[in-house]
């Protein structure tokens, strides 16, 4: 019973989802598609990206990694919105002023070529690696819980998904998304708010009380300021949320293009704070629902499984929470992958087609390549996830969400040695510098945890921007006018 209706919600959710993009997706050009006729509503932008932010790994991951690190996920979460304020009033007012399509684009207007199109391959590779790696673990889910007892094979399951993806953003792209993923959001948090209400009347719990359970409960630790090497500390959480917002956010064409569909820079800038505040309450609320489900698996005697990751699956899955919350669960992550996912195969295309290609001056059918390429990038899509389960080791998937964080900071030297200083650089060494400086994070976190214990956590990120940054710093010049002579 319970994979009838997951199909079901599957296939209403779809084809509501569908229409919308019909609906929304306006006449289907390259200017629709890569910059939705900058006239986006500010609101529906920033309600959106809530959901596009959240993969359907966020849905499950965040509520359970309450058991084993409490509530500290908070300190990250206030960094976050400072670094939402440092995009809106930064980094926004440069895109607007050189009217970019591709944020890319900055570096070949600061720095050249080279710069522009390093800058762009990395976003290509961490972006195709992370957005992969998460519709994955999605696929793994409605395989395990729905498909595998039917007899689908997961190759079926992964190909459709992707296919589904691909068919409501192929017409309308940015522009529909826009609407889409608002839509989603607002599906997924309506099936947060409902599951939470459930575990409320589960744990016989006011809605007082369950405040109460939260705060009180041994979980619902905010702070971390004892153990400085902890990864949870208060100071390395907090700095690499802002930075990982910037990065992340503000260096990532697949959030930013959003943004630039705003019909000017004020409107973009409400949409991106209001945003940035609403992460806060958002990941209270995924919090709480992990602190209920363990209260809950306490009161019934529920036997948990190995992995935080499985805990609400496990819960949905085997009707402990009722039909109800599994098709609201089911909305949830269907809503949350969906909203992720077709943002990266979007904007994936946008900067392929703008950053690699130039198809606008290269291509006297801009249209039909940008097609082709959305195909391509669709069917990459469905070989990444279905390598990752050949080698099936949910390890490979953590490695992967670290090798595409390293891929950040090169961004981030690059970004702040243009925004920051006015020296010319050696072209020729800024692939080498970009490739050179995440390896040698790699090599220095090896040797502290050799010699002295230590990982480094996300604060690596930091580290690898500044790298970045002295090497660029290295191999450049002093301006002067002349040089604008020559």
């Avoid at 949870?232 to 959480?237: C, D, P, S």
Wanted: glycine share 8%; hydrophobic share 50%.
């Amino acid at each position: 019973m319970s994979a009838f209706y997951i199909i079901l919600t599957t296939v209403l959710y779809f084809l509501l989802l569908f229409a919308v993009s019909r609906k929304a997706g306006g006449t289907g050009d390259n200017d629709t598609f890569f910059r939705g006729g900058r006239r986006s509503p500010w609101w529906a932008v920033a309600f959106g990206m809530i959901g596009a932010s959240l993969s359907g790994v966020s849905f499950v991951s965040v509520p359970g990694m309450v058991r084993d690190a409490d509530m500290t996920y908070m300190q990250m979460c206030v960094g976050f919105f400072f670094g939402y304020l440092v995009v809106a009033f930064v980094l926004l007012p440069l895109y607007y002023k050189l009217n970019l399509t591709s944020i890319y684009a900055y570096l070949d207007v600061r720095f050249g070529k080279a710069a522009y199109r390093t800058g762009a391959s990395f976003f290509l590779l961490s972006k195709m690696l992370g957005a992969a790696a998460r519709l994955y673990l999605v696929c793994l889910i409605l395989q395990n819980y729905v498909f595998g007892s039917l007899g689908v094979p997961f190759e079926v399951t992964a190909s459709g998904t992707v296919f589904l993806i691909w068919l409501y953003t192929f017409r309308g792209g940015i522009k529909s998304l826009v609407w889409t993923d608002a839509l989603q959001t607002l599906c997924l948090v309506t099936a947060l708010v409902l599951i939470l209400y459930q575990l409320c009347r589960l744990n016989d719990f006011t809605v007082v009380e369950a405040v109460r359970h939260v705060v009180e409960s041994p979980y619902g630790r905010w702070i971390e300021w004892d153990d400085w090497t902890s990864r949870q500390h208060f100071v390395k959480q907090f700095l690499s949320g802002i930075f990982i917002v910037i990065v992340m956010t503000g260096l990532d064409q697949d959030m930013m293009q959003k943004n630039l569909t705003c019909k000017n820079l004020h409107d973009a800038q409400k949409d991106m704070c209001s945003y940035g505040f609403s992460f806060i309450p958002l990941n209270m609320l995924f919090l709480g629902v992990g602190v209920l489900l363990l209260a809950l698996a306490s009161r019934e005697g529920i036997g948990l499984p190995v992995k935080g990751d499985d805990i609400l699956p496990l819960f949905c899955a085997e009707g402990h929470l009722g039909n109800g919350v599994l098709v609201l669960f089911t909305i949830g992550i269907i809503a949350a992958a969906f909203s992720s996912a077709d943002s990266a195969l979007t904007a994936l295309t946008t900067s392929f087609c703008v950053d690699i290609l130039d198809v606008e001056r290269r291509f006297t059918r801009p249209e039909a390549v940008r097609k082709k390429v959305h195909g391509v990038i669709a069917l990459l899509f469905v070989g990444f996830i279905l390598c990752f389960e050949a080698v099936n080791d949910s390890s490979v998937i953590d490695a992967i969400y670290v090798v595409a964080s390293y891929t950040y900071g090169p961004l981030l030297g690059l970004f702040a040695f243009g925004m920051f200083t006015r020296r010319k650089l050696w072209l020729a060494a800024v692939p080498w510098i970009c490739v050179a400086s995440p390896m040698g994070c790699y090599l220095l976190d090896a040797w502290t945890v050799s010699a002295y214990g230590y990982r480094f956590g996300y604060e690596l990120l930091m580290l690898n921007g500044l790298f970045t940054f002295v090497g660029l710093y290295a191999f450049s010049k002093a301006y002067s006018p002349d040089m604008d002579k020559r």
